[in-house]
């Protein structure tokens, strides 16, 4: 079954506003995986985060690793049109699993 | 360019009536996999391969098949098709060891499949 959650499922937010998606994991991961997925395309990856409480910066986008390696959080500050899409994450626990993924609309 | 191609990326088809989504990569990855995505649901891996002739099951197999003859090609087969595996599949290959030791995964473009 699904081991890798991801909260929340939508959000919608203004442009400008900030946005953040959250990922847990009911084990252990040796390493997390970032991809978004505009509308209508396939997913990309953005990052991998594999260290304990390893932070990482895109720009506008910073990605955290759980100091228990359990959980990952993406935020966008200050959110653009371009930032529209669904975000997974993924993460490897006894098996490689996809969270359910975010969908976030900006609002112009 | 390096891609991942998977054909049809549309199909409206009838129960039973069997098809086949092809898949080819250029990247030469050993390891590829199918994904079918539904709302709420996520990604669900389907069935993978860690190399030529070596194939495992996913999270959701039934009704699936798949082979890897070929490094660069992974079709997925579906023998009898039914309403619910209509969704959206998606083919994905990734280096040596594939995800769990690191690797990104590269997505094909997607496949629309409906089953009336």
């Known amino acids: 079954g699904q081991q890798v959650m991801q909260i929340p499922q939508y959000q919608h937010v203004q442009e400008g506003e900030d946005f953040t998606t959250y990922c847990n994991s009911s084990?252990?991961?040796?390493?997390i995986q970032w991809y978004k997925q505009r509308p209508g395309g396939h997913p990309v990856f953005l990052i991998q985060?594999?260290?304990?409480?390893e932070v990482k910066k895109q720009k506008r986008l910073t990605f955290q690793f759980g100091e228990a390696k359990k959980n990952s959080s993406l935020h966008i500050t200050a959110t653009q049109t371009t930032d529209v899409g669904t975000y997974f994450c993924?993460?490897?626990?006894?098996?490689?699993?996809f969270g359910t993924g975010t969908s976030l609309t900006v609002i112009p | 360019e390096a891609q991942v191609t998977q054909n049809p990326r549309y199909l409206i088809t009838v129960t039973g009536k069997k098809l086949t989504v092809t898949c080819s990569q250029n990247m030469n990855h050993e390891y590829m996999s199918w994904y079918r995505q539904d709302p709420g649901l996520g990604l669900r891996q389907i069935y993978y391969s860690m190399n030529v002739e070596v194939t495992d099951k996913g999270d959701v197999p039934e009704g699936y098949k798949v082979s890897r003859k070929e490094k660069r090609n992974f079709p997925l087969i579906l023998e009898s098709p039914s309403p619910n595996q209509t969704s959206l599949y998606f083919c994905a290959s990734s280096r040596r060891g594939g995800p769990s030791s690191g690797n990104t995964i590269y997505f094909g473009e997607g496949s629309w499949l409906t089953v009336v």
């Open positions: 084990t252990t991961l040796s390493n």
């Open positions: 985060l594999v260290k304990s409480g």
């Open positions: 993924a993460g490897t626990g006894n098996q490689f699993y």
